[in-house]
């Protein structure tokens, strides 16, 4: 047999099937070793160097696969992804983000989707950060199945709640989390828009667009939170579910009856003052009281 007969044969007898198996099989370098030593002793140094391009070449290929930016939010795993914090760009803790499979779907990508935020509430202070972050991806991943029937992203935060600074309540987003000195604690509101801001430059990448503004949902605490936040933000909020907050709801306005009204009660205190109208195109449901009124 000629060089160029043989060449075709390793075309059809080998080059196919090894395109096969380097694309499903998850021992690829393994396979790849075992096929050179086969080209070895059977063909032709002009055929080794040929099919040994080729699989650089696929490898190569596969490689960039691996680590396309549509991994960033999870590909197809269907698990939320945490991504770690980033200073540089505004949040030093980290967040939990999932978004549904559905979404990945080619009509889907041509559609605005929606980020649901639900902020992180442990529901005790605890110094060890860990004991936050199990907590956060425990709940996120409890909600997925309800927001995956809705078709929404879902945004968590992992905020820590001090137990040596047990007056801090960062996660009801209270006055001294606000006020405080301790940079760690400090408006964790910025924060969080911050990193609303990464999740949608994650997804933009991976071709999916989402609505500027987002929902938000909290339960006690992270109702506080919630309610607390769009008060702050509300250009950021489309709408919101406040659900038993373990207090009276934020009040859109800076006194009653001649007395100050400081936040968290009210708008008193804004040094630029409360924007109402931007505040007013927030929706909001409140669900509160013993008989859920």
Request: aromatic residues 12%.
């Amino acid at each position: 047999m000629d060089v160029r007969a043989k060449q075709r044969l390793s075309y059809h007898v080998v080059f196919l099937p090894l395109t096969c198996v380097v694309a499903v099989s998850p021992h690829v370098n393994s396979g790849v070793r075992h096929f050179l030593a086969v080209l070895n002793k059977t063909f032709t140094s002009s055929v080794k160097i040929f099919m040994k391009k080729v699989i650089y070449i696929l490898l190569f290929v596969l490689l960039a696969f691996s680590i396309s930016p549509a991994q960033i939010v999870g590909d197809l795993q269907d698990e939320p992804v945490k991504i770690e914090a980033q200073p540089t760009k505004g949040f030093s803790y980290p967040y939990y983000l999932y978004v549904p499979k559905a979404m990945r779907e080619v009509g889907a990508r041509k559609q605005t989707q929606t980020i649901l935020v639900i902020p992180n509430n442990a529901g005790k202070t605890d110094d060890d950060f860990a004991v936050h972050e199990a907590d956060a991806k425990r709940k996120i991943g409890q909600n997925k199945t309800m927001t995956a029937r809705v078709n929404v992203i879902i945004l968590m935060p992992v905020f820590p709640r001090p137990k040596t600074d047990w007056k801090i309540y960062t996660h009801a987003l209270d006055r001294d989390s606000m006020l405080t000195d301790k940079k760690e604690y400090r408006r964790f509101d910025l924060q969080l828009t911050a990193m609303i801001d990464d999740a949608r430059e994650k997804l933009k990448a991976e071709k999916l667009e989402t609505d500027k503004r987002v929902l938000m949902f909290g339960f006690s605490a992270s109702a506080m939170f919630a309610n607390r936040f769009t008060f702050l933000h509300p250009k950021r909020v489309k709408a919101a579910v406040i659900v038993s907050p373990g207090g009276w709801a934020i009040a859109p306005a800076a006194a009653y009856n001649g007395k100050a009204l400081r936040y968290p009660i009210g708008a008193g205190g804004f040094r630029r003052g409360f924007g109402y109208k931007k505040f007013a195109k927030s929706s909001a449901f409140h669900f509160s009281g013993r008989q859920g009124r």
